[in-house]
């Protein structure tokens, strides 16, 4: 499970020209990793655009590009789908393509064409393994978080997707992040994995969460529950348990990294708590419910703390400003922006902005807003140019 935003197609209209240079390029050169050993991977894959303004050439080169993107998903195995990442990857300039070392080659289309306002194409492309997850690693997000915590009951019984879990996702997804549960999807992970890593803090295996799941945040961890007490048993003074309790035990890890960089352990615990009812098994959902109310909190603050503490200041320069109530409309939309804190208005179409992500996705957002066109961006510089909005 997990919340996601995607750019609507109606939204790149104004980047199209850029769109159409840069994700050829880009897919040209961004590589995919296949499974080790083989040379090339063959894929069969598609794709679809928006026709916009007849533009049917502009709507081919991307509908190829969703296409080629489409065999890399297929080859990787990647989780998060192209809507989101091939009209982010629509802004991504030299400094990121230069990091990329395989390729997408070989593609043939295998058939084209027009339906109303969309254009569709199938290819059949060969897929290099090479340095694919360095590529997809570069628009991993800070504000992405993915969960891992299984729980194993007193019966032996391991449930992945648990009260915890759940309570995890459900509080971080509210506040805005994309929240993925490894438990919603096909996974090789188990317990004893988590277990060696946290005890060795060698986060090597989890490095696929980062690819799969673009998250440069990952909560792993366990649960294990104990009979602690037995529905009749003497307790004293003549008196007998009238329910069964179980003690839940939580140990966990808050792992966090950039892009292909070292994880690095942001937080840690060790939480426990009590449960009851009729049932051993009730008792056990009850103590993993009741320690969802202990940790949430205390995870959310650790990531806000790291979201803070790894913010930059971004400066955002948009020619052709001239005039201060387009300033000021300017400065709202900056505002409204995700994670986007601290605007300052320096002077007209002259911004700074505290951001946690990576530049691109800055860029994107800016790109959104009818009026403004994308010249250039790097890793701490948006630049813009103002075309009119439209009354």
Not at 16 to 45: S, W, Y
Request: aromatic letters at 8%; hydrophobic letters at 40%; proline letters at 3%.
């Amino acid at each position: 499970m997990y919340a996601d935003k995607s750019l609507q197609p109606e939204q790149t209209m104004f980047i199209r020209p850029l769109f159409a240079g840069i994700l050829f390029c880009i897919f040209i050169t961004v590589p995919a990793l296949a499974q080790e050993g083989k040379k090339n991977a063959p894929v069969e894959a598609s794709g679809e655009a928006a026709i916009v303004e007849g533009d049917v050439p502009s709507a081919k080169l991307e509908a190829i590009a969703r296409a080629k993107w489409d065999a890399i998903e297929k080859a990787v195995g990647v989780e998060v789908k192209s809507q989101t990442i091939v009209q982010d990857a629509a802004v991504m300039d030299e400094s990121i393509k230069k990091k990329v070392g395989g390729s997408v080659r070989d593609f043939q289309v295998k058939g084209e064409g027009q339906k109303a306002d969309i254009y569709w194409v199938r290819i059949s492309a060969s897929v290099v393994p090479s340095s694919a997850k360095e590529a997809i690693a570069e628009l991993a997000r800070n504000t992405s978080v993915t969960v891992f915590v299984p729980a194993k009951f007193p019966d032996g019984e391991v449930d992945e997707s648990n009260a915890l879990v759940e309570g995890i996702v459900n509080s971080m997804a509210s506040q805005g992040y994309q929240v993925y549960d490894v438990a919603g999807d096909p996974h090789s992970l188990t317990i004893n994995q988590i277990e060696q890593a946290m005890k060795s803090n060698s986060f090597l295996a989890l490095r696929g969460l980062v690819y799969k799941y673009l998250s440069n945040v990952i909560l792993i961890g366990k649960i294990d529950t104990t009979v602690t007490g037995e529905e009749g048993k003497d307790i004293g003074g003549g008196m007998k348990l009238p329910y069964n309790v179980v003690t839940a035990r939580l140990t966990y890890r808050l792992i966090a990294g950039k892009g292909k960089g070292a994880r690095q352990i942001i937080a840690s615990g060790f939480e426990q708590d009590k449960g009851a009812g009729a049932t051993i098994k009730d008792a056990a959902y009850d103590a993993v419910n009741n320690l969802k109310e202990k940790v949430s909190q205390k995870i959310q603050d650790a990531i806000t703390k790291h979201l803070q503490e790894n913010s930059k200041k971004v400066k955002v320069l948009i020619d052709s400003v001239a005039d201060v109530n387009i300033n000021l409309t300017i400065k709202e939309f900056l505002q409204g922006i995700a994670w986007a804190t601290g605007v300052k208005e320096d002077g007209l179409g002259e911004f700074s902005v505290e951001y946690p992500e990576e530049t691109v996705y800055l860029a994107a957002s800016l790109s959104k807003k009818k009026g403004l066109k994308l010249i250039n961006f790097d890793d701490f510089n948006v630049k813009m140019r103002y075309i009119g909005f439209q009354k």
